[in-house]
């Protein structure tokens, strides 16, 4: 699975972005779509994933209520709606991708496949 990343920008603390990872190559229906961030100088965090199929989300605890991911099975892109930003989400975000699998873990080496990063800055 191929990916590319796009809509990081600069906005101010309490606004909004939407990412967005276009897919391609195999069929998805197998895999679960993720982001993660990277901020400077910190490893690789998970912030949400999304299976293809059925459209279970997982958050992590930090961006719940405040960050929606969802995906369009027709354009093949899954995106990343970001509200009420706060300095701290300033990151580069990569999407991800991995089959499906009985782990609970969400780990960057448990994705197999990875977009370039799009950089997110939070202005104060």
């Known amino acids: 699975v191929q990916l590319q990343a796009s809509g990081g920008g600069l906005v101010q603390t309490g606004g909004s972005l939407r990412l967005s990872c276009a897919a391609s190559?195999?069929?998805?229906?197998?895999?679960?779509m993720g982001w993660f961030h990277q901020a400077p100088g910190k490893e690789r965090e998970f912030v949400a994933d999304i299976t293809w199929t059925l459209g279970r989300t997982y958050y992590e605890d930090s961006v719940k209520g405040r960050f929606t991911i969802s995906r369009d099975n027709v354009k093949r892109t899954v995106y990343l709606q970001m509200n009420s930003l706060k300095p701290e989400d300033t990151a580069v975000y990569f999407c991800a991708a991995r089959r499906n699998t009985v782990l609970i873990i969400r780990t960057p080496q448990s994705f197999d496949s990875w977009g370039q990063g799009t950089q997110v800055t939070v202005s104060s």
């Open positions: 190559g195999r069929s998805l229906s197998s895999y679960s």
